[in-house]
C-alpha cells in the first residue's frame, strides 16, 4: 500500500497570501494524484487530478504540481471560502487508492 | 446535472449489519463506477470499495474484504453497500463517490450518511 503523507498538519496563512501545501508518496505515483478540499459537515470536492488539472469550475488561483513522490498544492491568493482542510491522493493505484491526512487551512 | 443521494443517518448496535444507499441521477448510470469512501469522526478519508454497474463487478479494500457487499440495481440507479458485524470503529460519515476515466479520480460525492455504532 502506498503511503501520502501530508505536510504541515496545519497551516495559519492571512487572507490574500500563497499556501503551498506539500504531500509526499511512500514510492513512485507518476503524475496520478488528487488533491481535495473538504470543508466541515460537507464531502470532499474534487480540485486536481493528474498531478496538475483543475477539475471542472475549480478557480485557477488553485494549482498543481510535482511529479513521482513530491507534490505541491498552491493557493495563491486565498480567499475566505479556500479556509478548508484538503487531502491529497493516489490514483496510480487500482483500485485500492489511498490518501493522505490532510492539511488544514485556517485563518491566521 | 449530477447527483449523488444516499439514505439517511443510522444508528446500530455492535454486531448488527447496515445497509446504505446511493442513488445516482443526471447521468448514464452504468457508464461511471461507484466508490464508497468513509471518514471516522476527526479523521481522515479511507476508500472501502467500488462497484462498476455495468456488470456488476466489485473491488474491496482488503480490511472490508468479507464483511462489505456492494450491489447495484440498474432499474433505479442505486447502489447498496452492505456491511455486518459492525464495530464502534466503524462510526463514521459513509460516502458515496462517482470516479470518471480510467483511475480513481472522485469527481462527484454523495451528501455523505452517518453510521453510528453504539451499544
Known amino acids: 500500500e502506498i503511503v501520502m503523507t501530508q505536510s504541515p498538519a496545519t497551516l495559519s496563512v492571512s487572507p490574500g497570501e500563497r499556501a503551498t501545501l506539500s504531500c509526499r508518496a511512500s514510492q513512485s505515483v507518476n503524475s496520478n494524484l488528487a488533491w481535495y478540499q473538504q470543508k466541515p459537515g460537507q464531502a470532499p470536492r474534487l480540485l486536481i487530478y493528474g498531478a496538475s488539472t483543475r477539475a471542472t469550475g475549480v478557480p485557477a488561483r488553485f494549482s498543481g504540481s510535482g511529479s513521482g513522490t513530491e507534490f505541491t498544492l498552491t493557493i495563491s491568493s486565498l480567499q475566505s471560502e479556500d479556509f478548508a482542510v484538503y487531502y491529497c491522493?493516489?490514483?496510480?493505484?487500482?483500485?485500492?487508492?489511498?490518501f493522505g491526512a490532510g492539511t488544514k487551512v485556517d485563518i491566521k | 446535472q449530477v447527483h449523488l443521494v444516499q439514505s439517511g443517518a443510522e444508528v446500530k448496535k455492535p454486531g448488527a449489519s447496515l445497509r446504505l444507499s446511493c442513488k445516482a441521477s443526471?447521468?448514464?448510470?452504468?457508464?461511471?463506477?461507484l466508490h464508497w469512501v468513509r471518514q471516522a469522526p476527526g479523521q481522515g478519508l479511507e476508500w472501502m470499495a467500488l462497484i462498476n454497474p455495468n456488470g456488476g463487478s466489485t473491488g474491496y479494500a482488503q480490511k472490508f474484504q468479507g464483511r462489505v457487499t456492494l450491489t447495484r440495481d440498474t432499474s433505479t440507479s442505486r447502489v447498496h453497500m452492505e456491511m455486518s458485524s459492525l464495530r464502534s470503529d466503524d462510526t463514521a460519515v459513509y460516502y458515496c463517490a462517482r470516479s470518471f476515466g480510467d483511475y480513481v479520480v472522485l469527481d462527484y460525492w454523495g451528501q455523505g450518511t452517518l453510521v453510528t455504532v453504539s451499544s
Open positions: 443526471g447521468y448514464t448510470f452504468i457508464n461511471y463506477i
Open positions: 491522493q493516489e490514483h496510480h493505484t487500482w483500485p485500492r487508492v489511498t
